[in-house]
């Protein structure tokens, strides 16, 4: 019990330093001296030699026995040895104790209740209503209550009150209580889980982690929409007119990406995107520090190797790195000294800590995106289309779970490898649907090009829907005419929709990562180092948002940042935005951030 061990060694200290009892009796000075002699061995770390003083202490001065008795108890606690206060522990009489420490009393009993397997006792102890808890000793009673109500079999208890230790704790305390979290809730299983969040107001504190544990057992959920209220950079009024709202600029940044191995390519065109925002700041003047970048390889122990060399050179910031197995590596150290900006998710799903943001691609986002567009397009009908590949299967999963959240009826679904796909079309009955029924399809731009003709052969004649993946990246006319009339959300910059970034024609004539599929990671680099002065102000702010290339930004509770994406349309071969600019659809996305592949690569395009 590490956390709450560590939570009360200051509280410890500093209340046996003060000798802060209000005493029945008088303290002569040698009871005074030998007290904070004590307390001198407790400060120093040297908790056995403390608790036995205080012993020897409750031995000379019965009027005042159970206090020192307490903090012997308290101090063996310290030492991790509590089994050593256990002969007198039980002993002690709450009555003859002051102030906050009948409370301290309850804990420790708690506490001790636990090693002895009795969660009754060590919950009785910890739920007294009509006990009034320091603010000082509040954690440290959740986390007793919540490892009591475990054990007890009361995993959603346990749950709720670890939820309420959450925004207390930073650091690896605060990862392992997130782990502690949903293993306690995914203990419930996924129909008992569903049934909770069916039953639940927006807004309950418990349902995002009950999402987050719905994903963790494997089940796509709907995710609320971000709400895009107040863009991040506003000039501040008064005194301060220079001064960008939100805008807090690290001295040095680190980028942890791979520059060899098998993911080099992706991490040059991110890393490209990185330096082409960063170039482009110099045009509003706004400051930039120095940036170093580090070769991650693409492996765990480079990843490791590389975050803790930029840490020793100053870095205030580290970007990256990029694939899971990196991040994972990254989130098991013991300590992150340096704020990180993870550029994907770890393999467990793992919630990120405080200090730590998410930001990554994700096929989830743009099915569950097209879902909400279908709806509000009034179509409540949908077939569904999909390649027989993991980016499809996981765009399909998020699209049905928001389409039937929001009142849609899903009426087929089929996946398709190869180049016949008329088993498919004809399972999907589609000729016959009504008229408020729409296709919903992700899959490469030669599968897309392959399905529309032989829809349209079957007289399948309903809109179409797609993710990215039906789009190349650039117009190829005389191919994509077979698209004619599918709409796809994508990354803006790809269509200069997003006003204030720099040009994607101009920089793509210049820089052939720019181009095609690579385009999107380049957008995502832009992003990555456009986030960097924000990332902070996004997390605690509700409802802030940030014009990105791939998409508006925003970031939910948990520090993973989110994408709005824009609309196009394929006509007469050439994809375009729907209105000429960014249309914002408030589209739930679904978390963690990952790529379309196990590590780095992007959708495959083309």
Not at 250 to 276: D, N, Q, T, Y
Not at 524 to 549: C, K, N, Q, T
């Given at each position: 019990m590490r956390l709450i061990r560590a939570a009360g060694l200051g509280l410890?200290?500093?209340?046996?330093?003060?000798?802060?009892?209000?005493?029945?009796?008088?303290?002569?000075?040698?009871?005074?001296?030998?007290?904070?002699?004590?307390?001198?061995?407790?400060?120093?770390?040297?908790?056995?030699?403390?608790?036995?003083?205080?012993?020897?202490?409750?031995?000379?001065?019965?009027?005042h026995a159970d206090y020192y008795q307490l903090l012997a108890a308290e101090a063996y606690r310290q030492d991790g040895q509590l089994a050593q206060a256990a002969p007198f522990l039980n002993t002690i009489k709450r009555q003859r104790l002051t102030d906050d420490q009948p409370v301290r009393l309850d804990l420790l009993q708690a506490e001790y209740a636990l090693t002895q397997h009795d969660p009754r006792r060590a919950l009785q102890l910890t739920t007294q209503p009509e006990v009034a808890v320091p603010a000082a000793l509040r954690l440290r009673l959740l986390e007793l209550r919540a490892t009591a109500q475990f054990d007890s079999n009361d995993f959603w208890g346990s749950a709720h009150s670890r939820v309420e230790m959450d925004a207390q704790l930073s650091?690896?305390?605060?990862?392992?209580?997130?782990?502690?979290?949903?293993?306690?809730?995914?203990?419930?299983?996924?129909?008992?889980?569903?049934?909770?969040?069916?039953?639940m107001q927006q807004g309950d504190i418990m349902l995002p982690w009950v999402n987050e544990a719905l994903n963790q057992l494997?089940?796509?959920?709907?995710?609320?929409?971000?709400?895009?209220?107040?863009?991040?950079?506003?000039?501040?009024?008064?005194?301060?007119?220079?001064?960008?709202?939100?805008?807090?600029?690290?001295?040095?940044?680190?980028?942890?990406?791979?520059?060899?191995?098998?993911?080099?390519?992706?991490?040059?065109?991110?890393?490209?995107?990185?330096?082409?925002?960063?170039?482009?700041?110099?045009?509003?003047?706004?400051?930039?520090?120095?940036?170093?970048?580090?070769?991650?390889?693409?492996?765990?122990?480079?990843?490791?190797?590389?975050?803790?060399?930029?840490?020793?050179?100053?870095?205030?910031?580290?970007?990256?790195?990029?694939?899971?197995?990196?991040?994972?590596?990254?989130?098991?150290?013991?300590?992150?000294?340096?704020?990180?900006?993870?550029?994907?998710?770890?393999?467990?799903?793992?919630?990120?800590?405080?200090?730590?943001?998410?930001?990554?691609?994700?096929?989830?986002?743009?099915?569950?995106?097209?879902a909400d567009h279908m709806i509000e397009r009034g179509l409540h009908s949908a077939y569904v289309v999909v390649a027989a590949e993991d980016f499809g299967q996981r765009a399909a999963n998020a699209f049905k779970a928001e389409f039937e959240a929001r009142g849609g009826t899903v009426a087929g679904l089929a996946k398709v490898s190869g180049i016949n796909y008329a088993q498919a079309i004809a399972g999907l009955n589609a000729s016959n649907a009504a008229q408020d029924a729409g296709v919903f399809i992700s899959m490469r731009p030669q599968q897309?090009?392959?399905?529309?003709?032989?829809?349209?052969?079957?007289?399948?004649?309903?809109?179409?829907?797609?993710?990215?993946?039906?789009?190349?990246?650039?117009?190829?006319a005389s191919a994509n005419r077979d698209l004619d009339g599918v709409e796809f959300c994508d990354a803006p910059w790809l269509f200069d929709a997003q006003p204030g970034l720099p040009n994607h024609t101009d920089i793509a004539a210049q820089l052939p990562a720019a181009r095609g599929a690579?385009?999107?990671?380049?957008?995502?680099?832009?992003?990555?180092?456009?986030?960097?002065?924000?990332?902070?102000?996004?997390?605690?702010?509700?409802?802030?948002?940030?014009?990105?290339?791939?998409?508006?930004?925003?970031?939910?509770?948990?520090?993973?940042?989110r994408r709005v994406l824009v609309w196009a349309r394929f006509d007469e071969g050439i994809a375009k935005p729907l209105s000429g600019s960014l249309e914002l659809d408030n589209a739930p996305m679904q978390a963690p951030p990952v790529t379309d592949d196990q590590n780095a690569t992007p959708p495959p395009q083309g």
């Open positions: 410890l200290i500093s209340l046996a330093l003060s000798g802060c009892v209000t005493a029945p009796t008088p303290r002569t000075q040698a009871e005074l001296s030998a007290e904070q002699s004590a307390s001198a061995l407790a400060s120093q770390g040297k908790f056995s030699d403390a608790a036995r003083a205080y012993l020897a202490l409750a031995q000379t001065s019965p009027g650091g690896l305390d605060q990862s392992q209580n997130r782990k502690q979290i949903l293993a306690a809730l995914t203990k419930l299983g996924a129909d008992p889980l569903k049934q909770r969040a069916a039953a494997g089940v796509a959920v709907a995710r609320t929409a971000p709400q895009l209220e107040q863009q991040v950079g506003t000039m501040m009024p008064g005194q301060n007119a220079n001064v960008r709202e939100g805008y807090k600029m690290p001295e040095r940044v680190a980028l942890l990406i791979p520059g060899s191995g098998s993911f080099a390519g992706a991490g040059a065109a991110i890393r490209e995107g990185f330096f082409a925002a960063y170039a482009d700041a110099s045009r509003n003047h706004a400051p930039r520090p120095e940036v170093k970048v580090y070769d991650s390889g693409g492996t765990a122990a480079g990843a490791v190797k590389a975050y803790q060399q930029a840490v020793a050179d100053g870095a205030k910031l580290v970007v990256g790195p990029l694939t899971r197995g990196e991040v994972s590596a990254l989130f098991g150290l013991n300590d992150l000294p340096v704020q990180l900006l993870a550029l994907n998710h770890p393999d467990d799903k793992s919630l990120p800590a405080s200090g730590v943001a998410e930001f990554g691609l994700l096929p989830e986002t743009e099915g569950a995106q097209a897309a090009r392959l399905l529309v003709p032989q829809l349209r052969l079957a007289r399948v004649s309903l809109p179409i829907f797609g993710t990215s993946h039906v789009y190349a990246g650039s117009d190829d690579s385009a999107r990671l380049f957008a995502f680099g832009m992003d990555a180092w456009s986030l960097v002065p924000y990332i902070d102000w996004l997390r605690e702010h509700a409802g802030s948002y940030l014009p990105g290339a791939s998409g508006q930004l925003t970031a939910d509770q948990f520090g993973r940042v």
